[in-house]
């Protein structure tokens, strides 16, 4: 669960805060006038997120594709990569 912390204390305390945000990899919500307004992460779950978004839109590519029409057999798909395979020799 993320943790809340207004923006001042952000600012007071950003060496600390960052220090905690690697060990335990908890996002913290900044607040601003007690509102949410952004949301910090660590380096690696950023990265972790991003990977993650990358595999589920190309999953939602691929069902928008077949939902049109756009898909080919194994058999197709593979005759279509080695003729592709073939030019780039």
């Excluded at 960052?18 to 949410?36: C, Q, S």
């Amino acid at each position: 669960m993320a943790r809340l912390k207004p923006v001042t204390e952000i600012k007071r305390h950003a060496t600390e805060i960052l220090a905690r945000l690697r060990a335990d990899r908890e996002p913290i919500v900044i607040t601003e006038h007690g509102r949410p307004e952004a949301v910090l992460l660590d380096v690696e779950s950023y990265e972790e997120l991003q990977r993650r978004l990358g595999l589920l839109e190309g999953i939602a590519r691929g069902e928008r594709a077949f939902g049109e029409g756009r898909a080919v057999s194994h058999q197709q798909a593979k005759k279509r990569l080695a003729r592709w395979l073939g030019r780039r020799r």
